[in-house]
């Protein structure tokens, strides 16, 4: 197996004359660094009215009576809405639990319950200051053990009624339950020589996107149309649809330009709401959340409870594992946490051999606002907590720590706990290239503060679901490309312009990419899980091959020799040898609009099947790991004894990137993915307190800024993988994914203690400093 860094194959394609493998500025950079981009909250349109909604302000309660009438008759209310204008239920994909306004009971502070459009938006606060609203409190079900204990009350008394896509281990407060066993693991633990335990708890990590959510819509003969800063144009349009209870096809959804969206933008938050208000106002109607709204009611990640149990041998051979992991659903399951049930069970078997397993994944319904997927969506903490248990068995065994992950990590040829077989993998390649940015035993500080240092390999997948999309060749040269493919800051737009540009042979900036329009646009899975450039990438790919050649036979004709002879270049074909002999592409399209018709394909892409054991699982939506990368961070870090504070120094990463499309943009999503997972590993925690979100602003809610981001030493590994276009594997995704892991182990390096919770505050490292009950833990010498 060969693996290059990009700086060699970059070089390679400047002098081919070729874009892929470039740095290619992004087509919307301008606009958006001018301040002239129109994002979804800047949209609207002429005559929109003001929405405001009615949230419940407790958790758990019985609707006992609702009456909007006095609301309805205000100055300038021109609709009011509830749950009964809204007849649907809906769910991400599984378990369709969720209403648009609570219907009977309220289940967490700040859900839906009537919203009002009117003239203004003081004539809409006063509006929902006057609906008449009597609630009967119930006792909350807030802690995730306790909800799933026997008499507790079910926060869905009618679980069992709801619709399901597949029918799994369910009941109760038990959102869903995937399991994956193999081997004999009771026997394997009755003989080990060494059994480690531990218990890892971790936090909500909102999203924060610069923009909140927002959406217009209106209602125009029997059809919806919302024009919303969307990650999913296509999950947004069915699930309004089914909300709604009407047809998909009623439903159209326009994606604005969009303002960050991490995951938080996959789902129909606000949609419905504008869409049933546009049609009984008969009006454009507007609603764009608050920064409060935003932070305590739009699906964060989940927080969890990981509990691992390990049988090792005395040399540090891991021979079985069993993990029980708790995952927050919140109310609903409008965000991705059932879907995702099984992540957590890949994870833990993904990056290390481990021959037995039984792991268990229940996700679990509290009184909470409902949470959904967030970049690495199960991943970083599923990671932390087996990472930092690693460094648990390391000081058990008295190893060193790079020395037992060296030992177990899986390599070419390997399987998976899932009886998946990794051919590419190149885990081994990426410790290497790691060791010799940031070399294991060389540390940089020699102050008086207490030093740490961490290594962590990682694999990840990258999101698979179909794409579709059309190429078409313009009269004037240019190339225009559809698709429902979304871009959410991360340039994957960009890598799609240059596979078409390459394909077509025309500079990348005469491709053009259509704005996605669930109307005119083919699907798309949605800008998730990293799979944009991955997935339509090899659609459009697909198309660009046909319209290749369909320029070749009309050229073939205008220049009077072979297909075989031609070459398409610069925006012209030309014939081999004989490059004054050539036509522009606007007269190839000038002429085959008279005689064969114009130039235009199609394209589609699914994800092949992957072998996998379906027998060892149970439960399991996502059943294996497509497009799979591999990837080792090291961080190193400093605290002082006397605050906790904690200062990272350096950080390192080298990353399988597949073949990198565009490395400048992949650097930018790396330091971006750094960023956010040092607000998990370190400040963020969105709080939870009897049922209501204490963080209600960015006031509270601590982010990472450039101050308390390390220089990033990085390096692409080119391991081109064989289920996308181009050997392309996904980028933005996986260098989260490690973050907290790394950070965190290198803590608890510095601080001698071990670290079972997240995030490191001060606070928190103070305390750990100062538990004379924790000191097995991994010697600072490694």
């Not at 679901?465 to 225009?480: F, I, T, Y």
């Not at 394909?503 to 259509?514: F, M, N, R, Y």
């Amino acid at each position: 197996m060969s693996v290059e860094s990009t700086v060699t194959n970059s070089a390679d394609v400047v002098a081919n004359g070729r874009v892929v493998g470039t740095t290619v500025p992004r087509a919307d950079g301008d606009a958006k660094i001018r301040g002239a981009a129109v994002y979804g909250m800047d949209y609207t349109e002429p005559g929109a009215l003001t929405v405001r909604v009615l949230r419940s302000s407790v958790p758990a309660a019985r609707i006992v009576r609702l009456n909007t009438s006095r609301a309805a008759r205000l100055p300038g209310v021109r609709a009011v809405a509830t749950a009964a204008d809204t007849p649907g239920t809906s769910g991400m994909l599984v378990v369709k639990d969720q209403s648009a306004f609570a219907r009977d009971q309220v289940r967490y502070v700040g859900e839906p319950i009537a919203a009002v459009a009117a003239d203004t938006q003081a004539q809409a606060d006063a509006a929902v200051a006057a609906i008449e609203l009597d609630l009967d409190p119930l006792e909350p079900v807030l802690d995730l053990d306790e909800a799933l204990t026997d008499g507790t009350r079910h926060v869905h008394p009618d679980w069992a009624d709801y619709q399901v896509a597949v029918e799994g281990h369910r009941g109760g407060n038990l959102a869903w339950e995937a399991k994956v066993e193999r081997g004999d693991v009771d026997t394997v633990f009755a003989e080990a020589d060494v059994v480690v335990t531990d218990e890892y708890r971790t936090p909500r990590q909102h999203q924060t996107s610069i923009e909140p959510h927002a959406a217009v819509a209106r209602y125009e003969n029997g059809r919806y149309t919302v024009h919303t800063p969307t990650q999913f144009p296509f999950m947004v349009r069915d699930r309004v649809a089914e909300l709604l209870g009407v047809r998909p096809s009623l439903v159209r959804v326009v994606v604005t330009e969009i303002g960050g969206g991490f995951g938080g933008k996959l789902d129909a938050m606000l949609e419905p709401i504008v869409c049933v208000l546009a049609r009984k106002a008969g009006r454009p109607v507007r609603l764009v959340n608050s920064r409060t709204e935003e932070q305590t009611t739009c699906a964060p990640r989940e927080n969890a409870i990981i509990r691992l149990r390990t049988a090792v041998s005395r040399d540090g051979t891991l021979l079985a594992q069993e993990a029980v992991a708790l995952s927050d659903n919140g109310a609903n399951s409008s965000g991705e946490t059932v879907l995702c049930a099984n992540v957590p069970a890949l994870v833990l078997g993904s990056t290390y051999r481990i021959p037995n397993v039984r792991y268990r994944s229940k996700v679990v319904y509290t009184n909470t606002p409902p949470t959904a997927a967030f970049r690495g969506v199960n991943g970083p903490y599923t990671v932390f907590a087996r990472e930092m248990h690693l460094d648990h068995i390391a000081a058990e065994l008295g190893i060193d720590r790079r020395e037992l992950r060296m030992k177990n990590i899986l390599r070419t040829g390997d399987t998976m706990i899932n009886g998946q077989v990794l051919p590419d993998a190149c885990l081994d390649t990426a410790m290497d290239r790691l060791e010799g940015i940031a070399p294991w035993h060389e540390r940089r500080s020699d102050d008086s503060r207490l030093r740490g240092i961490a290594v962590v390999p990682a694999t990840w997948l990258t999101n698979p679901g179909p794409s579709g999309g059309a190429v078409r060749l313009s009269e004037d040269g240019s190339v225009v490309v559809t698709s429902g493919a979304v871009d959410i800051g991360t340039g994957a737009l960009t890598g799609i312009r240059q596979i078409v540009a390459d394909e077509l042979g025309v500079p990348v900036d005469q491709v053009l990419i259509a704005r996605p329009d669930t109307d005119t646009a083919g699907f798309d899975n949605g800008a998730q899980g990293s799979r944009t450039t991955f997935g339509m990438g090899a659609a459009v790919l697909d198309a660009a091959t046909r319209v290749h050649e369909q320029i070749l036979d009309a050229a073939a004709g205008m220049l009077e020799v072979s297909v075989s002879d031609l070459e398409l270049a610069d925006g012209h074909v030309a014939v081999r040898g004989v490059p004054e002999k050539r036509v522009s592409l606007a007269e190839v399209a000038g002429t085959a609009m008279w005689t064969t018709g114009p130039i235009s394909s199609t394209g589609k892409f699914a994800a092949p099947p992957v072998d996998f054991d379906s027998g060892c699982m149970t439960g399991a939506l996502f059943t294996h790991m497509i497009g799979v990368s591999y990837h080792a961070h090291l961080a190193e870090v400093e605290v002082d004894p006397d605050t906790g504070k904690v200062d990272v120094t350096r950080y390192a990463v080298v990353q399988d990137v597949g073949r990198a499309i565009n490395p400048g943009m992949i650097e930018g999503q790396v330091h971006g993915a750094v960023a956010q997972g040092l607000g998990y590993a370190l400040y963020e925690d969105l709080r939870v307190r009897d049922g209501a979100v204490v963080d209600k602003g960015l006031e509270s809610y601590r982010l990472p800024t450039a101050l308390d981001i390390p220089p990033i030493d990085l390096e692409l590994l080119e391991n081109p993988g064989d289920q996308g276009p181009l050997g392309i594997k996904g980028a933005a995704e996986p260098p989260i994914v490690p973050v907290a892991a790394v950070v965190a182990c290198a803590v608890a390096d510095a601080i001698g203690t071990r670290i079972n919770t997240l995030p490191l505050t001060p606070f928190d490292v103070l305390a750990a400093l100062r538990d004379e009950n924790s000191r097995d833990v991994p010697s600072r010498s490694g």
